[in-house]
């Protein structure tokens, strides 16, 4: 039984660091390349069985010490009523949500009867899985998920949704609270499903002042987290996260997920040794040579030290990185062993 | 003679704080659209007579403390004998720099005969100007340029340029030197012309880890600013630069021009009391209500303190920005006055 990640995510001791690899499960994988041959994005997350093939990937050709369910962060958006389509260039939502009229039409959804489908995936997982490896469950958070349905899709300024924020504050904490009870939801039934330890990722969180960050995200996080329990480990990522870190800390996570562009040494120093780290390696260092990967990979290894650090990318791993790049990164994590 | 923005430069004492926006002279006027309907953007950065008009707007419609003249970071990266368009999307280059060859190929240009145009602009801002006004001059900073030359345009993650710099860092910092040496010039230049400070933009160094940007993009400011001498304030700015402030304030700027995510008592606390800082409001909140225009842009003069600060956005202003909420924000920097 491998249970480094969850013995991390608990800041108990390790034999030695382990690895998993956001959006692990993805195109750089020419097995995913062929499944996704036969079937689009959104209905493979609703495919049971090529959802839990895919998924499963990722351990059979790099070994990596957690296997993440296959889904995307709109599922449950597209469960709350809004027509959520996946083009070349990102999610797009047709009809974005714009009013206080627009906010009270969505739904919470019952996870169990409306999405059930991701309950199938993390039982057939964890059957799967016969607890050799841990399984992760993840979802979008509140004020991440509202950047999409708010601006219609990916964007540059975010100028939509804080538009709404600096002018009608009210609208914007009504969807978050919205997505707060459909997001908490979500994640038990995640984690009654079979998830051993839940990803929260708010992504564009790192876009916000922090005073804009103390009201329309980290709330919403915090009371996702309380709801949830310390029983299943949480964690907490977002991009771009150096100027909230030390608020981040008062979330209820057990693990910030931390992007590359703060050392991971100065993250520990500023968030304590309460909780745990995981992180940090720039995805595009995957796409140099094998020399500099190995240096980056054991720099952070040596930075974050043998206690309480789960090694993974500051971001998804990117589309074009080549699997062998992958699997080096993989097996340096493996060979490293800390000095005492 | 109003002088406050260079006095707050020089962290001098000021009547009250000083203000100017990043991109003031742009698409959020109807004046600047106006002139645009007539002429290319980079046609207008050529016309010696339009730009003057249009550098001098803000001044006039908004009454701002600085006037920062009318161009764009890659004049000079065309001068070095690159194929640029500007298209709707932003910036493009047909042929981006992908070998040493490409590289070698490049010249340093002599602004004076090459880029005289930009000469000839502050000269005759200078003239309108009557000393009244300081006059600002820019150009974006080595890595900067390098993103938009390698990537081909804008990027979402940089990719190309960090594959060149992870598999053939010899080549980007041939690059890096090459722009450094044109950047270094065409800025003694601009301050022969007139200028009476200079702002580097290295809006995308952000997006480095510290390492990265410690071998990247710093070296490669501090030459710039030292080849400059002290006689002219140099003001640095990069977007989401919380990780790497303290690095920043060893580049020998003068001033840190900083982003709105880190809060502007932090990045004090952060840097010392050895430069100015300027910022840091989130373009966006310009988007939203009255109220918190105000309410926010006093919050950053409060916690800025009364010296050696110069109020300005986080990044440039939004093309979809009311100019009341413009004029608002300078009208409230104005009133303000700090409590001893």
Same mark, same amino acid.
């Given at each position: ?54 998924? =499963? ?42 009013? *206080? ?28 899985? *016969? ?47 919205? =997505? ?148 080096? =990164? ?11």
């Amino acid at each position: 039984m491998n249970d480094r990640f969850i013995r991390a995510c608990r800041r108990e001791p390790v034999d030695r660091t382990p690895v998993w690899m956001m959006r692990q499960a993805g195109r750089y994988l020419k097995d995913y390349r062929d499944i996704r041959q036969k079937i689009g994005f959104l209905d493979l997350c609703k495919n049971v069985d090529l959802a839990v093939e895919v998924s =499963l990937q990722p351990l059979h050709i790099l070994d990596v010490d957690a296997v993440i369910f296959f889904s995307d962060i709109l599922i449950p958006v597209e469960a709350m009523g809004i027509e959520v389509s996946l083009t070349d260039k990102g999610p797009e939502i047709a009809n974005p949500i714009r009013s *206080r009229a627009d906010v009270e039409r969505l739904r919470v959804p019952d996870p169990s009867s409306e999405i059930p489908f991701t309950g199938a995936i993390l039982r057939a997982l964890r059957n799967e899985l *016969r607890n050799a490896t841990p399984l992760v469950g993840f979802a979008g958070a509140p004020w991440t998920l509202a950047t999409y349905m708010i601006e219609g899709g990916g964007s540059k300024s975010f100028s939509e949704i804080k538009s709404l924020a600096y002018t009608d504050p009210r609208t914007l904490e009504g969807l978050l609270d919205k =997505l707060a009870s459909t997001i908490s939801a979500y994640l038990r039934y995640q984690i009654e499903s079979g998830a051993q330890a839940v990803q929260l990722f708010d992504t564009w969180a790192g876009e916000l002042s922090r005073r804009d960050y103390e009201r329309f995200a980290f709330p919403y996080v915090r009371r996702i987290f309380e709801e949830i329990g310390n029983f299943t480990p949480r964690i907490l990522y977002v991009n771009g996260c150096s100027a909230i870190l030390n608020v981040m800390a008062r979330s209820g996570a057990d693990v910030l997920s931390i992007d590359w562009r703060i050392p991971i040494s100065e993250a520990r120093a500023r968030v304590g040794n309460a909780l745990s780290l995981q992180g940090n390696l720039d995805p595009c260092v995957l796409l140099g040579s094998r020399s500099n990967v190995k240096e980056r990979v054991e720099d952070i290894l040596r930075e974050a030290g043998p206690v309480g650090h789960i090694f993974n990318l500051g971001h998804g791993i990117l589309p074009t990185t080549p699997v062998e790049n992958a699997r080096l =990164l993989v097996d340096c994590v493996k060979a490293y062993r800390h000095t005492a």
